[in-house]
Protein backbone atom coordinates (compact mmCIF):
# COMPACT_ATOMS: atom_id res chain seq x y z
CA UNK A 1 0.00 0.00 0.00
CA UNK A 2 1.25 3.50 -1.09
CA UNK A 3 1.92 5.86 1.51
CA UNK A 4 3.05 9.53 1.02
CA UNK A 5 4.61 11.84 3.99
CA UNK A 6 5.93 15.32 3.55
CA UNK A 7 8.11 17.11 5.92
CA UNK A 8 7.91 19.34 6.91
CA UNK A 9 4.13 19.99 7.76
CA UNK A 10 4.38 23.83 8.87
CA UNK A 11 6.85 26.32 7.61
CA UNK A 12 7.23 29.89 8.11
CA UNK A 13 9.78 31.71 6.07
CA UNK A 14 11.27 34.96 5.57
CA UNK A 15 10.73 36.28 1.68
CA UNK A 16 13.72 36.39 0.23
CA UNK A 17 15.00 32.93 1.52
CA UNK A 18 15.20 29.64 0.58
CA UNK A 19 13.52 26.10 1.21
CA UNK A 20 12.96 22.68 0.25
CA UNK A 21 9.63 20.95 1.29
CA UNK A 22 10.65 16.96 1.34
CA UNK A 23 8.30 14.41 -0.08
CA UNK A 24 8.87 10.44 0.76
CA UNK A 25 6.57 7.47 -0.67
CA UNK A 26 6.98 4.05 0.38
CA UNK A 27 6.79 2.35 -2.41
CA UNK A 28 7.24 2.42 -6.60
CA UNK A 29 4.91 5.51 -7.59
CA UNK A 30 4.39 5.74 -11.18
CA UNK A 31 4.16 9.68 -10.99
CA UNK A 32 4.70 11.99 -8.63
CA UNK A 33 2.28 14.88 -8.77
CA UNK A 34 2.47 18.29 -6.76
CA UNK A 35 -0.42 20.29 -6.07
CA UNK A 36 -1.10 24.17 -3.98
CA UNK A 37 -4.05 24.70 -2.04
CA UNK A 38 -5.11 28.17 -1.09
CA UNK A 39 -7.04 28.90 1.93
CA UNK A 40 -10.43 27.91 1.47
CA UNK A 41 -9.70 26.89 -1.97
CA UNK A 42 -9.15 23.81 -4.29
CA UNK A 43 -6.53 22.19 -5.48
CA UNK A 44 -4.23 23.87 -8.51
CA UNK A 45 -2.00 21.39 -10.51
CA UNK A 46 1.59 22.67 -10.22
CA UNK A 47 3.66 19.52 -11.44
CA UNK A 48 3.83 16.18 -12.62
CA UNK A 49 7.08 13.98 -12.46
CA UNK A 50 7.39 10.59 -14.55
CA UNK A 51 10.79 9.60 -14.19
CA UNK A 52 14.16 9.35 -12.21
CA UNK A 53 15.74 12.25 -12.45
CA UNK A 54 12.86 14.68 -13.61
CA UNK A 55 13.23 18.21 -13.29
CA UNK A 56 10.34 20.89 -13.66
CA UNK A 57 10.89 24.29 -13.01
CA UNK A 58 7.74 27.60 -12.85
CA UNK A 59 8.38 30.55 -11.38
CA UNK A 60 10.41 30.07 -7.86
CA UNK A 61 9.24 26.84 -7.51
CA UNK A 62 11.03 23.74 -8.95
CA UNK A 63 10.69 20.23 -8.19
CA UNK A 64 12.22 16.85 -8.68
CA UNK A 65 12.28 13.14 -8.64
CA UNK A 66 14.19 10.47 -7.23
CA UNK A 67 12.71 6.81 -7.64
CA UNK A 68 15.82 5.56 -6.46
CA UNK A 69 15.53 6.84 -2.70
CA UNK A 70 11.80 7.47 -3.24
CA UNK A 71 11.71 11.55 -2.91
CA UNK A 72 10.53 14.28 -4.42
CA UNK A 73 11.36 17.84 -3.68
CA UNK A 74 9.83 20.88 -3.75
CA UNK A 75 12.46 23.84 -3.31
CA UNK A 76 11.22 27.18 -3.23
CA UNK A 77 13.79 30.39 -4.44
CA UNK A 78 13.90 33.77 -3.05
CA UNK A 79 10.29 33.37 -1.19
CA UNK A 80 7.39 35.83 -1.51
CA UNK A 81 3.89 36.57 0.33
CA UNK A 82 2.16 34.93 -3.08
CA UNK A 83 3.70 31.51 -1.95
CA UNK A 84 1.63 31.27 1.13
CA UNK A 85 0.02 28.05 0.54
CA UNK A 86 -0.08 24.58 1.21
CA UNK A 87 1.55 22.38 -1.00
CA UNK A 88 0.44 19.09 -1.27
CA UNK A 89 2.65 15.90 -3.00
CA UNK A 90 0.71 12.91 -4.24
CA UNK A 91 1.54 9.28 -6.15
CA UNK A 92 0.29 6.88 -8.09
CA UNK A 93 -0.62 3.48 -6.71
CA UNK A 94 1.68 0.46 -9.28
CA UNK A 95 0.25 -0.19 -12.82
CA UNK A 96 -0.86 2.61 -14.25
CA UNK A 97 -3.42 3.32 -11.71
CA UNK A 98 -4.80 7.10 -11.36
CA UNK A 99 -5.66 6.68 -8.10
CA UNK A 100 -3.96 9.63 -6.54
CA UNK A 101 -2.45 8.83 -2.84
CA UNK A 102 -1.74 12.04 -1.11
CA UNK A 103 0.46 13.58 1.72
CA UNK A 104 -0.96 15.55 4.55
CA UNK A 105 0.43 18.76 2.99
CA UNK A 106 2.76 21.64 3.69
CA UNK A 107 1.29 24.64 5.17
CA UNK A 108 3.97 27.07 4.04
CA UNK A 109 3.79 30.91 5.48
CA UNK A 110 5.84 33.46 3.69
CA UNK A 111 6.56 36.87 5.86
CA UNK A 112 7.63 39.91 4.71
CA UNK B 1 -7.47 25.70 -18.08
CA UNK B 2 -9.91 23.08 -16.41
CA UNK B 3 -13.97 23.51 -16.48
CA UNK B 4 -15.08 21.79 -13.64
CA UNK B 5 -18.06 22.99 -11.29
CA UNK B 6 -19.53 21.91 -8.55
CA UNK B 7 -22.69 23.15 -6.51
CA UNK B 8 -23.24 24.09 -3.87
CA UNK B 9 -20.31 25.79 -2.93
CA UNK B 10 -21.33 26.03 0.77
CA UNK B 11 -24.05 23.59 2.82
CA UNK B 12 -25.66 23.52 6.17
CA UNK B 13 -28.11 21.15 6.34
CA UNK B 14 -29.80 19.24 9.46
CA UNK B 15 -29.10 15.61 10.66
CA UNK B 16 -31.45 12.77 8.57
CA UNK B 17 -31.66 15.16 5.45
CA UNK B 18 -30.61 13.30 2.24
CA UNK B 19 -28.65 15.49 -0.06
CA UNK B 20 -26.63 15.23 -3.52
CA UNK B 21 -24.09 17.38 -4.24
CA UNK B 22 -23.31 17.64 -7.90
CA UNK B 23 -20.36 17.69 -9.94
CA UNK B 24 -20.07 18.72 -13.67
CA UNK B 25 -17.18 19.07 -15.96
CA UNK B 26 -16.98 20.20 -19.36
CA UNK B 27 -13.52 18.94 -21.34
CA UNK B 28 -14.89 15.38 -22.15
CA UNK B 29 -12.80 13.76 -19.13
CA UNK B 30 -13.67 9.85 -19.08
CA UNK B 31 -12.70 9.56 -15.45
CA UNK B 32 -13.59 11.61 -12.78
CA UNK B 33 -13.24 11.48 -8.57
CA UNK B 34 -14.51 12.42 -5.51
CA UNK B 35 -12.28 13.27 -2.56
CA UNK B 36 -12.76 14.09 1.58
CA UNK B 37 -10.73 16.82 2.81
CA UNK B 38 -11.01 17.52 6.44
CA UNK B 39 -9.97 20.71 7.48
CA UNK B 40 -5.81 21.23 7.37
CA UNK B 41 -5.66 17.54 6.37
CA UNK B 42 -5.31 15.36 3.07
CA UNK B 43 -7.55 14.66 0.85
CA UNK B 44 -9.10 10.84 0.50
CA UNK B 45 -10.81 9.07 -2.26
CA UNK B 46 -13.79 8.17 -1.88
CA UNK B 47 -15.47 7.14 -5.05
CA UNK B 48 -13.87 6.76 -8.82
CA UNK B 49 -15.10 6.70 -12.41
CA UNK B 50 -13.48 5.26 -15.25
CA UNK B 51 -16.33 6.01 -17.81
CA UNK B 52 -20.02 5.96 -18.10
CA UNK B 53 -21.75 3.14 -15.87
CA UNK B 54 -18.78 2.66 -14.09
CA UNK B 55 -17.95 3.48 -10.22
CA UNK B 56 -15.97 2.42 -7.84
CA UNK B 57 -15.30 2.60 -4.19
CA UNK B 58 -12.24 4.68 -2.99
CA UNK B 59 -9.98 4.08 -0.13
CA UNK B 60 -12.16 6.23 2.90
CA UNK B 61 -14.96 4.19 3.64
CA UNK B 62 -18.00 6.38 3.17
CA UNK B 63 -21.91 5.92 3.78
CA UNK B 64 -21.95 8.11 0.51
CA UNK B 65 -23.46 7.05 -3.41
CA UNK B 66 -22.40 8.15 -6.83
CA UNK B 67 -23.44 7.61 -9.98
CA UNK B 68 -21.90 8.27 -13.52
CA UNK B 69 -25.11 8.48 -15.97
CA UNK B 70 -23.43 10.89 -18.37
CA UNK B 71 -19.54 11.47 -18.82
CA UNK B 72 -19.72 14.90 -17.75
CA UNK B 73 -21.79 14.45 -14.91
CA UNK B 74 -20.84 12.84 -11.44
CA UNK B 75 -23.54 13.35 -8.38
CA UNK B 76 -22.75 12.28 -4.81
CA UNK B 77 -25.74 11.50 -2.70
CA UNK B 78 -25.75 10.77 0.89
CA UNK B 79 -29.07 9.30 1.67
CA UNK B 80 -29.40 10.42 5.35
CA UNK B 81 -26.58 13.65 6.65
CA UNK B 82 -24.41 12.75 10.01
CA UNK B 83 -22.52 15.29 11.79
CA UNK B 84 -19.78 13.05 10.66
CA UNK B 85 -19.96 14.19 7.53
CA UNK B 86 -19.46 17.56 7.42
CA UNK B 87 -16.43 18.12 5.92
CA UNK B 88 -15.33 19.36 2.31
CA UNK B 89 -15.94 17.36 -0.68
CA UNK B 90 -13.60 17.58 -4.05
CA UNK B 91 -14.65 16.51 -7.11
CA UNK B 92 -12.00 16.22 -9.96
CA UNK B 93 -11.34 14.79 -13.13
CA UNK B 94 -8.57 14.02 -15.79
CA UNK B 95 -7.70 12.30 -19.02
CA UNK B 96 -4.42 10.73 -20.05
CA UNK B 97 -1.94 13.15 -21.93
CA UNK B 98 1.74 12.82 -22.47
CA UNK B 99 2.47 10.42 -20.16
CA UNK B 100 0.70 11.88 -16.76
CA UNK B 101 -2.99 11.79 -15.92
CA UNK B 102 -3.17 15.03 -14.34
CA UNK B 103 -6.27 15.95 -12.49
CA UNK B 104 -8.10 19.10 -12.21
CA UNK B 105 -10.26 19.87 -9.38
CA UNK B 106 -12.95 21.87 -8.51
CA UNK B 107 -13.68 24.13 -6.44
CA UNK B 108 -15.44 21.66 -3.87
CA UNK B 109 -18.53 21.71 -1.59
CA UNK B 110 -18.23 22.87 2.19
CA UNK B 111 -20.50 20.66 4.00
CA UNK B 112 -21.67 21.07 7.31
CA UNK B 113 -24.64 18.64 9.25
CA UNK B 114 -25.52 20.01 12.23
Known amino acids: ELKVEQNPLFLSMQEGKNYTIYCNYS?????LYWYRQDPGKSLESLFV?????AVKQEGRLMASLDTKARLSTLHITAAVHDLSATYFC????????????FGKGTKLTVNP | EADIYQTPRYLVIGTGKKITLECSQTMGHDKMYWYQQDPGMELHLIHY???????EKGDLSSESTVSRIRTEHFPLTLESARPSHTSQYLCASSEYQTGADTQYFGPGTRLTVL
Open chain 1, 49 to 53: LLSNG
Open chain 1, 90 to 101: AGTTQGGSEKLV
Open chain 2, 49 to 55: SYGVNST
Open chain 1, 27 to 31: TTSDR
